[in-house]
């Protein structure tokens, strides 16, 4: 039984995509074999692999924002901050720096590389 039929899901598109938790990310034919850098670099578009990308460093910037406003006590948004700046500025050049560190190391999954990355800019 599907939650969500194929009729439907063309639909009304995007409250599909709100119920499925707005995770409506492109699928490689090999949805099977998780994504890792080189799959992101060589087989996504131009436009999903940015859109990809930032989703990442979004989702990273938040759980910082959380872990800091745990530990501290209270709101804390320097990490956040950080980590947002970091991937903003000069976002052309950054993304070429994402994808060449993705081109070296390709077998590696991208929230690992992005995380490492965020941490020697940004700490933990």
Do not use: H
Not at 82 to 99: M, N, T, V
Request: glycine fraction near 8%.
């Amino acid at each position: 039984m599907r939650a969500v039929s194929k009729e439907n899901f063309a639909k009304g598109g995007i409250a599909a995509a709100v119920i499925c938790g707005g995770l409506a990310l492109p699928m490689p034919a090999n949805a099977q074999a998780p994504t890792t850098a080189r799959m992101v670099v060589e087989e996504m578009p131009v436009r999903e692999r940015t859109s990809y990308i930032a989703g990442v460093v979004d989702g990273l910037a938040y759980a910082r924002f959380r872990k800091d406003t745990l530990t501290k006590g209270e709101k804390d948004e320097s990490g956040m901050k950080c980590i947002l700046e970091w991937f903003r500025a000069d976002s052309l050049a950054k993304l070429q720096r994402i994808e060449a560190t993705f081109k070296k190391y390709g077998d590696e999954y991208p929230p690992i590389l992005l995380t490492l990355m965020v941490k020697k800019e940004c700490g933990e």
